[in-house]
C-alpha cells in the first residue's frame, strides 16, 4: 500500500524547535519530489518546503526561510522538517506530499498524509 504517515508534531512555546518526519510506505521517497504543506484552522492549505528529486534542490516559503530546513533520509526512507524559532502562527496541520514536479503548488501534489499537528503556544 503507497502511503505517507507523518509524525513528530506535538506542543511547544514560541521559540522552540520541532522536527517532523515522512515515512512512505510503497514507494522509495528519494525517487520523488516530496513536499511539505500545512494548513491552519479557517485558512487554506499552503506551501511550506520541498525537495527536489534531481539533485536534490530546495525550496521554500518565504516565512519560513532560515526557520525551517527540509532534508531526506534515504535509509528510513523519510522526508523531515526541521522547524527552529517557531511562532504562533505557524500553528496549523502539516502535511507531506509527493509530486511529480518540484514545485510549490499544491495543485501538483498527488499523495498526500493524513497530517501532523503542531501547535505553538505564546
Known amino acids: 500500500q503507497v502511503q505517507l504517515v507523518e509524525s513528530g508534531g506535538g506542543l511547544v512555546q514560541a521559540g522552540g524547535s520541532l522536527r517532523l518526519s515522512c515515512a512512505a510506505s510503497g514507494i522509495t521517497s528519494s525517487n520523488y519530489n516530496m513536499g511539505w504543506f500545512r494548513q491552519a484552522p479557517g485558512k487554506e492549505r499552503e506551501f511550506v518546503a520541498a525537495i527536489c528529486r534531481s539533485g536534490g534542490a530546495t525550496l521554500y516559503a518565504d516565512s519560513m526561510k532560515g526557520r525551517f530546513t527540509i532534508s531526506r533520509d534515504n535509509a528510513k526512507n523519510t522526508v523531515d522538517l526541521q522547524m527552529n524559532n517557531l511562532k504562533p502562527e505557524d500553528t496549523a496541520l502539516y502535511y507531506c506530499?509527493?509530486?511529480?514536479?518540484?514545485?510549490?503548488?499544491?495543485?501538483?501534489?498527488?499523495?498526500w498524509g493524513q497530517g501532523t499537528q503542531v501547535t505553538v503556544s505564546s
Open positions: 506530499a509527493r509530486s511529480a514536479i518540484c514545485s510549490r503548488g499544491r495543485s501538483l501534489y498527488n499523495l
